[in-house]
């Protein structure tokens, strides 16, 4: 199958692309800025995709410049819409990748697709702005939302937590600076999610959310733990808080039963093993376990 992705060259995008080819399915990145609609345009005609993976835009919650996620987020998916929709043959499939940051601070858990949302920061709204807008070409594109909860991996910017962690490990700091420590995220595989992203452009139904998670939520202070076990350094946590967000979500853990019951049970690598992958791709660095 002919796919075309935006947001190849990102920390997702590569990962998927490397599952794609495994598949045997043909890859073309998408080159053109999605912000410039006529460019945007130009490359889906030239291209004319049999399925697309849309996981382009801004994805690190702090990003300091606020328009610029609903300039992406939303505008840029709204100029890759126009130009599918002008296809004489649309893809068969359209994967647009949201996040699970759209429910914000709920007391459900685990969090369900029915979870009304009630995002917290414009990462958030702006991918929930995104689902909305995309909505109104259901009738002319099978387009389906997929909700990714935190999911970890070689290449993650060093803006995210876990990345940030690892790499003050590695070079053996005395002290790490975190803001709040309390809190408990699913850190899932990378792969598991790419696994999920092809099994759902093959069985996912138009209109269709999907939440991209396991169910298994960790403290962060048990992936400091690991670290320290895996890499025999220790490190001291200083709490900045200035690193601290107000609208911090203190639990983010997700239903995988609507994900199970169309692609079936996804094998996820243990915590352990994802941070050991993590560790062993910064060159030659021993590993103690």
């Known amino acids: 199958m002919k796919l075309l992705v935006t947001g190849a060259y990102g920390f997702t995008g590569k990962h998927f692309i490397k599952a794609a080819y495994d598949y045997g399915h043909e890859v ?23 399925a697309v993976v849309h996981l382009g835009g801004i994805s690190f919650v702090g ?17 890759l819409l126009e130009a599918l929709a002008a296809l004489a043959q649309p893809p068969r499939s359209i994967l647009l990748a949201s996040s699970s940051n759209i429910y914000g601070n709920c007391e459900q858990s685990p969090i369900t697709e029915e979870q009304p949302p009630a995002p917290v920061n414009h990462y958030a709204m702006s991918k929930l702005a995104m689902e909305y807008m995309a909505r109104t070409y259901l009738d ?25 962690l690892v790499a003050h490990f590695i070079r053996h700091a005395e002290t790490v600076e975190l803001g709040n420590i309390d809190v408990e995220r699913e850190f899932n595989d990378v ?3 790419c696994e999920a ?72 690598p243990a915590l352990q093993d994802t941070l050991h992958w993590i560790l062993g791709s910064k060159g030659n660095y021993e590993l103690k376990s």
């Open 28 to 50: 073309i990145a998408l080159e053109a800025d999605l912000r410039d609609p006529k460019a945007v345009k130009q490359q889906v005609a030239q291209v004319a995709p049999e």
């Open 63 to 79: 990003h300091t410049d606020t328009s610029a996620f609903y300039e992406v987020n939303v505008i840029g998916t709204l100029n």
């Open 140 to 164: 002319r594109l099978p387009l389906f939302f997929v909700r990714p909860f935190n999911y970890i991996g070689p290449g993650q910017p060093e803006s995210f937590i876990i990345p940030k």
């Open 191 to 193: 792969r598991f999610v």
């Open 197 to 268: 992203y092809l099994q759902l452009l093959k069985k996912a139904g138009p209109g269709e959310i999907y939440n991209i998670c396991s169910g298994k939520p960790v403290a962060l202070k048990s992936v400091l733990d690991l670290l320290g076990q895996i890499t025999g350094h220790h490190m001291q946590i200083k709490v900045n808080p200035s690193f601290a967000r107000s609208n911090e979500i203190h639990r983010l853990c997700g239903s995988p039963a609507k994900l199970n019951g169309i692609v079936g049970n996804i094998g996820l």
